[in-house]
T-cell receptor
């Protein structure tokens, strides 16, 4: 079935630095990918919709200059957390849609970001 | 926008018993309702879904029912096993675009 690979699975960074998270569709092309943020024991909150070849669409309240999204190819979207602060620590998850799959959307395994 | 509510937030059942999780949604335009299972430290895994033109769908021990009029849908797990223990999320979507997730149900199956 469709597989979405997300890396890294865990990352620890210092305050003020930037961190890049990659989301790859391994065996299908994804014109659209989604980025979610999940707080402990909470639901998934959609941050932005990543569109191949165009600007991402951000949800209300999400700082686009802080969470940079690039979807340069049909199989790769990246989320860069810029000038990270401890409050950015969270679980970030991407998902992508495989038009040909029985179940359309597949989630990545998530990235645990800890900012110290 | 869409608002999805999910109950209960926690659920404990004895192994072999059934578990039922319920969700309601607000946007009558929503037409796709997936259910996800999330294990600790992992991304959500789709376990079953239902579209608005169907009232019930079953896949082995898992079933989902949808009541469009009342705007609610439910997940039913029968003959529960310890490996069913996880957090379950419902979601609602319009034409498979944006997903709006419920708040999650932590299911514990007691051996």
């Amino acid at each position: 079935g469709a597989v979405v690979s997300q890396h890294p699975s865990r990352v620890i960074c210092k305050s003020g630095t930037s961190v890049k998270i990659e989301c790859r569709s391994l065996d299908f092309q994804a014109t659209t990918m989604f980025w979610y943020r999940q707080f402990p024991k909470k639901s998934l909150m959609l941050m932005a919709t990543s569109n191949e070849g165009s600007k991402a669409t951000y949800e209300q309240g999400v700082e686009k200059d802080k969470f940079l999204i690039n979807h340069a190819s049909l199989t790769l979207s990246t989320l860069t957390v810029t000038s990270a602060h401890p409050e950015d620590s969270s679980f970030y998850i991407c998902s992508a849609r495989d038009q040909g799959a029985r179940y359309g959307y597949t989630f990545g395994s998530g990235t645990r970001l800890t900012v110290v | 926008g869409e608002n999805v509510e999910q109950h209960p937030s926690t659920l404990s059942v004895q192994e072999g018993d059934s578990a039922v999780i319920k969700c309601t949604y607000s946007d009558s335009a929503s037409n796709y309702f997936p259910w996800y299972k999330q294990e600790l430290g992992k991304g959500p895994q789709l376990i079953i879904d239902i579209r608005s033109n169907v009232g019930e769908k079953k896949d082995q021990r898992i079933a989902v029912t949808l009541n469009k009029t009342a705007k609610h849908f439910s997940l039913h797990i029968t003959e529960t096993q310890p490996e069913d223990s996880a957090v379950y999320f419902c979601a609602a979507s319009t034409s498979g675009n944006q997903f709006y997730f419920g708040t999650g149900t932590s299911l514990t199956v007691i051996p």
